[in-house]
């Protein structure tokens, strides 16, 4: 299973979903089916503005957890 931990990130940099949307050029919505890891598939061209604007890796961003059943499946 893919664990998106956006909210983590962007709770160390203290900035909103919707500052964040607006720096990389997505809506809030489609940011959040990110971040709450409802999002089928990303970009590499909005991971790395994403990790631009978060001054992190998409390791950061994205884990993955080899023993975990997906809830939302």
Do not use: H, W
Not at 34 to 55: H, M, N, P, Y
Request: net charge positive; with cysteine; hydrophobic share 40%.
């Amino acid at each position: 299973m893919i664990v998106v931990n956006l909210d983590v990130m962007m709770a160390k940099r203290k900035i909103s979903l919707t500052e964040l949307a607006d720096r990389v050029g997505l809506t809030p919505a489609n940011l959040s089916i990110f971040k709450t890891g409802k999002a089928r598939a990303v970009r590499f061209s909005t991971l790395e503005r994403i990790c631009r604007e978060l001054d992190c890796q998409p390791s950061d961003l994205l884990e993955y957890r080899p023993d975990e059943v997906p809830q939302n499946v």
